[in-house]
């Protein structure tokens, strides 16, 4: 991706582990800006990672890539298609 965006920011879910963890170290390693979007529990509850997602979303990004996970993973990818952003999908299951 940075070949391509040499002037990409890293926006991300703040995760302590996970593919969030590791970009976020790949990101510091190599001087690239990130953005962290922590849920906000106390405010939303369960809800929060979904939330959250929005909010990352909220920023326009001009696509993102999708690993393995949750059902919040897969909100966030149908979100971003909805939104006609480019999905690159690395959950085994197909994608862009």
Do not use: C
């Not at 997602?53 to 990818?77: C, E, K, R, S, Y």
């Amino acid at each position: 991706m940075r070949a391509k965006y040499p002037d990409m920011v890293l926006l991300h879910g703040k995760s302590p582990r996970g593919a969030e963890f590791i970009a976020s170290r790949w990101a510091d390693h190599r001087k690239v800006p990130q953005v962290g979007f922590a849920p906000d529990w106390t405010k939303h509850a369960k809800a929060a990672p979904f939330k959250r997602n929005d909010a990352i979303l909220d920023t326009m990004p001009l696509g993102v890539i999708v690993f393995p996970g949750t059902g919040i993973q897969d909100n966030l990818a149908d979100k971003a298609r909805k939104l006609g952003l480019r999905v690159f999908d690395r959950r085994g299951r197909g994608g862009a």
